[in-house]
Nanobody
Framework: VQLQASGGGLVQAGGSLRLSCAVS????????IGWFRQAPGKEREGLSC???????YYSESVKGRFTISRDNVENTSDLQMNSLKPEDTAVYYC????????????????????WGQGTLVTVSS
C-alpha cells in the first residue's frame, strides 16, 4: 500500500490550495482516508477524514474552510483548502486505514496504518 500526497506550495493568506493523495494497493471503496498536518514544534493534528462511501468529518479548526473528497475510480483523495491563514502553515499528510466500524475518526492518529510522505504548505501573511 502506498500513498502519495502532492499539491503543497506557497500561498498568500486568504488564498486556496488543493492537495491530492494518490492511493495504490487498496481496493478503492472500503478504506478510510484522513488528512493531517504537523506544524514546526507541534504535534500532528487530524483535520478530516472520509469513508469509502463518502461520509466526511472535519475538525473545528478547518470546518467550513477545507473540503475533503475522494474518487474511488481514480483511487485518489483531495483536500480543498480555502481562506488559508498563516497558522495553516504545516506539512500535510494523507493516511489510510481499513475500518472495522462505520464512520471514521480524524483525531485517532494511531488508527491510520498507512501514511504518505508530507507536502509542505506555507501561508504568508
Amino acid at each position: 500500500v502506498q500513498l502519495q500526497a502532492s499539491g503543497g506550495g506557497l500561498v498568500q493568506a486568504g488564498g486556496s490550495l488543493r492537495l491530492s493523495c494518490a492511493v495504490s494497493g487498496f481496493a478503492a471503496d472500503y478504506y478510510v482516508i484522513g488528512w493531517f498536518r504537523q506544524a514546526p514544534g507541534k504535534e500532528r493534528e487530524g483535520l478530516s477524514c472520509i469513508t469509502g462511501s463518502g461520509r466526511t468529518y472535519y475538525s473545528e479548526s478547518v470546518k467550513g474552510r477545507f473540503t475533503i473528497s475522494r474518487d474511488n475510480v481514480e483511487n485518489t483523495s483531495d483536500l480543498q483548502m480555502n481562506s488559508l491563514k498563516p497558522e495553516d502553515t504545516a506539512v500535510y499528510y494523507c493516511a489510510a486505514y481499513i475500518p472495522s466500524l462505520p464512520g471514521c475518526h480524524y483525531a485517532d492518529i494511531d488508527e491510520y496504518r498507512f501514511w504518505g510522505q508530507g507536502t509542505l504548505v506555507t501561508v504568508s501573511s
